[in-house]
């Protein structure tokens, strides 16, 4: 089942403008993170925000995370062709009686047009 | 140091047939875990494994099984293949499985006709 949901499902933006994504998920987390798949390949770890941190960035990527809204949000400022991708948040969570396993959104699918 | 690997990179299956596939996690890593990502679904959690112990499974049935060897390869294993497993099949690694990032291979790619 999935933990998070990312909003919106898809995003065209023109080079140059900022990109956010939103993603929402249900249960208490330690951290969550974001990452980034170009077509059929594997995806790239992009950033981790822990539970007791509100906002990180790396270099043109902010995060914020609200853990009272349970909720998150990705900007890609200045985006770029090459930001084209699926982009997705991703939650640990440990199941009862169980380790900790990293559960994936539904994924936001970004393209920029050149 | 060179990444997780996946191989094969594409496997074509009949129904009713058995696959194994198989991933080699980066060096020192001790975690490894599977996905399966189609379209309608997302990525789908199968199982982690550490150290050679299935510490955590997914929401599949029996015909998905994995293993872990002493070096930290990884198999799964789908049998009695259905349409409906055609997938990416996704595998990631990290040092601990615990708070923190995964590295993932490039993935198998399977069609079940």
């Known amino acids: 089942s999935q933990q998070g949901e990312e909003d919106p499902q898809a995003l065209s933006i023109q080079e140059g403008e900022n990109a956010t994504m939103n993603c929402s998920y249900k249960?208490?987390?330690?951290?969550l993170q974001w990452y980034r798949q170009n077509s059929g390949r594997g995806l790239v770890h992009l950033i981790l925000?822990?539970?007791?941190?509100r906002e990180k960035h790396s270099g043109r990527l902010r995060v914020t995370l609200d853990t009272s809204k349970k909720s998150s949000s990705l900007l890609i400022t200045a985006s770029r062709a090459a930001d084209t991708a699926s982009y997705f948040c991703?939650?640990?969570?440990?199941?009862?009686?169980?380790?900790?396993?990293?559960?994936f959104g539904t994924g936001t699918k970004l393209q920029v047009i050149p | 140091k060179a990444g997780v690997t996946q191989t094969p990179r594409y496997l074509i299956k009949t129904r009713g047939q058995q696959v194994t596939l198989s991933c080699s996690p980066i060096?020192?890593?001790?975690?490894v875990s599977w996905y399966q990502q189609t379209p309608g679904q997302g990525l789908q959690f199968l199982f982690e494994?550490?150290?050679?112990?299935?510490?955590n499974k997914g929401n599949f049935p029996g015909r998905f099984s994995g293993r872990q060897f002493s070096n930290s390869r990884s198999e799964m294993n789908v049998s009695t293949l259905e349409l409906g497993d055609s997938a990416l099949y996704l595998c990631?690694?990290?040092?601990?499985?615990?708070?923190?990032?995964?590295?993932f291979g490039s993935g198998t790619q399977l069609s079940v006709l």
């Open positions: 990631a690694s990290s040092r601990t499985g615990e708070q923190e990032k995964l590295f």
């Open positions: 249960t208490s987390i330690n951290n």
């Open positions: 925000i822990r539970s007791n941190e």
């Open positions: 991703a939650t640990d969570g440990i199941p009862p009686g169980g380790y900790q396993k990293v559960t």
């Open positions: 060096s020192g890593h001790r975690s």
């Open positions: 494994y550490f150290s050679e112990t299935q510490r």
